[in-house]
């Protein structure tokens, strides 16, 4: 026997949507994906860009295989708002985008050191990099290659787009205070990393470096297989280093900086390292929350978030 069917009547929120129907009929049983997917065929708008909420109390309707209309507490005659959320970019796309920029850049700075600072040419000691400016390009280059790596066959996003114009705030940070500020800094003839290196300070940072590199890429894979492909189902992660913080990804991520801080000795690392923290902090806090939200007691309350016995 087929579903029955129900009547929601549409309202566009924010700026008007022209082709947008007045109302539209969806089983009542259904997915609430179908509720988007009927509003993209009739308004020729990618389902995407389209946000859909609940008229009576303003609770998003999510555009999920998985969640049933009936869940949703929508019912014949209810009301749903829909907004255009404006062109959209994939998150995978705009991920490669913004690590592609480092990539780019710290090997060009290198390069073309004789160049970009005067001081080089008239002094045949400083042409040739310093063995530490060598191995900062390295690692920052292993870094963000990496980086790209997972992008395209370790991360499995529960969103598939953002705004279009979150590229430019997102690659800003990269590639301005990751690329041409970091390697502007590093790569000078009278950096720190231009004199001879320091085993008290390198050989712990190249430690701290590779063990977060390698913690790092196991949180990733442990929260690659709580979703299956195309799907968007979350799970409660288990393994290396979730037992001592919400989001071990940002305390391994964290780890690689301080190391590269150690390593290069640098004030610009410092900055991109605190601008990052800071950033993940936030973002751990706030995975903490959802993960509560969700799971209930079954989830195991973390005290800390991103660094064990800190914060």
């Known amino acids: 026997m087929a579903s029955p069917t129900i009547k929601l009547f549409i309202s566009p929120r924010g700026k008007a949507i022209k082709t947008l129907p007045e109302d539209c ?3 009542r049983n259904g997915p609430a994906a179908e509720i988007y997917q009927k509003l993209a065929a009739a308004s020729g708008m990618s389902v995407n860009r389209l946000r859909v909420t609940k008229g009576s109390d303003g609770q998003f309707v999510p555009n999920s295989k998985d969640v049933m209309i009936s869940r ?19 998150w995978r796309t705009v991920y490669v985008i913004e690590y592609i920029g480092p990539l780019i850049i710290h090997p060009l700075l290198y390069l073309l ?11 045949s000691d400083a042409l040739r990099p310093s063995t530490l400016q060598t191995l900062s390009l390295l690692l920052i280059c292993i870094h963000f290659a990496k980086r790209v790596y997972e992008t395209i066959f370790v991360h499995r996003f529960s969103a ?14 990269y590639w301005v205070i990751a690329g041409l500020n970091l390697g502007y800094w590093i790569y000078r003839p009278n950096a720190p990393t231009a004199k001879p290196m320091n ?5 712990p940072g190249l ?5 977060g590199e390698l913690g ?3 949180a990733h894979l442990t929260l690659r297989g709580l979703r299956s492909s195309g799907g968007k189902e979350r799970g409660i992660p288990h393994g290396l280093g979730f037992d001592l913080v919400t989001c071990p990804n940002y305390m391994f991520e964290a780890m690689v ?10 004030l610009a690392t410092v900055l991109f390292t605190t601008i990052g923290v800071a950033q993940m902090a936030a973002w751990a806090r706030k995975k903490e929350r959802n993960y509560r939200k969700e799971f209930g007691d079954k989830y195991k309350k973390k005290k800390y978030v991103l660094i064990p016995g800190v914060y």
Do not use: H
């Open 207 to 211: 430690l701290l470096y590779c063990v």
């Open 257 to 266: 900086w301080v190391g590269m801080c150690l390593i290069t000795r640098d």
């Open 113 to 123: 050191r004789p160049y970009i600072y005067p001081s080089i040419s008239e002094s």
């Open 199 to 203: 085993p008290f300070l390198t050989y």
């Open 72 to 90: 949703t507490g929508l019912m014949g005659g209810s009301k749903i708002y829909v907004k255009d959320l404006g062109p959209q970019i994939g």
């Open 160 to 173: 598939a787009t953002m705004p279009f114009t979150n590229i430019f705030k997102n690659s800003g940070y």
């Open 25 to 27: 009929e969806v089983p």
């Open 216 to 218: 790092n890429l196991s």
